[in-house]
């Protein structure tokens, strides 16, 4: 999902403050009326582009087919998290509000609504809609966000770059293997210290590890047990052979950012990041280029969902629910689709070949790989606590020095299991 870097690894809930208010006060919105009206407040991240691309025809969408609920939104550019946490904690918290994977930080403080009473109610099928990437937003057992914004990776490749390689384009059969094979046919020398040509762009981002650990049978965290595993012998193998890869075929750490400018001007073969990037690359004057599942059995989700706040009295809740429910439904995830700024969330539409089908400035790619990607979503029990933005956080710099080469594999991976754990045992 886009900007999930950003927003997802900012959370550390003041579990005290979140604590006392998310559990009484009552409603702070006043916005009910005598007729029968209603105006909900819904917050999101991002910016101008983000409301227009994302949020605004859907909502408009919404207004019309239910003419006595007004969604007044409130766009949040900057520090996201630290906004809704101060919210909560000042009993003025928004009816709706958009979370990512650390969602379950706020949840587990009991800040949103229970939603299965909803979703039984109304017979949705949470797994069939939203594959499993649902999962991402239950605690204890029960689901607290409505999935809107999906985020698996893609594998994006400059067409012309495997051309002239005379290799085969990457496919839905391919390996982690496979990729690191290729990537590294794909890096011409340079005379200087960088290459002329890379063949991948891998960093700390979980995009490019996540699904390479889990395909190979690894994991992070055992939610169940609240263990780190991340010291394991696969896990070694893993990360031994994805940094090898780093240092044979990636763009340098340092510039890993500029990784989207490098391969639209044909620096670097492929890309593992998100279907936000597809609209900016068909705009490029001679770019060709596809998408591909991202390799391997596994893909690590990123994505968002819309929440219901505890402190909304009963009459926004229902309005809320009804405004959530049609944001995540067939007919406004089409139109979330159409707007190519970021993936939906709902595999019928990722199925349906309006989505598929759907041509780019006259250009088509291959749409399907998205959902195939969406039902290869495996959760990992990192995803599944509190710690995830304090475990993600530090997981992050421990690989970044692993691949500036201050620390192997393994080393990581042992300092790694005792700091996580260390995490864990806070909650």
Known sequence: MKGWKKIGLTLMVTATALTLTACGGGSSNTSGESNGKVTIQFMHWGGTDTYKGDYQKRIEAFEKANPKIKVKTITVGDNYDTKLQTMIAGNKAPDVAQVAENGTGFASKNAFIDLDPYIKKDNLDMVKTYGNASALYKWKGKFFGMPDRGGSGILIYNKKIFDKAGLAYPNDKWTMEDFYKAAKKLTIDGTGKEKKQYGTQVADYVLGW??????????????ATKKATINSPENVKTFEEYNKNFKESSIPYQVSEDKVNRFQGGKVAMILDGMWQIQPSMKLKGMEFDIAPMPGKYTWSTGSALTISRQSDKAHQDAAWKFIKYMGSYKAQQILGKNLMDCPANLQVLDSKE????????KTVNMEAIAENQRKV??????????????????????????????????????????LQTIVNKY
């Open 210 to 223: 996540g699904g390479a650990m889990m395909s190979n049978g690894g994991s992070v965290i055992n939610a």
């Open 378 to 419: 495996k959760i990992d029990g990192m995803l599944k606590g509190p710690w995830y933005a304090e475990a993600m956080t530090e997981t992050s710099n421990q690989l970044k020095e692993m691949l500036l080469g201050h620390q192997t594999p393994a080393a990581t991976l042992k300092s790694l299991q005792s700091k």
């Open 355 to 362: 989505f598929q089908n759907q041509k780019i400035m006259g």
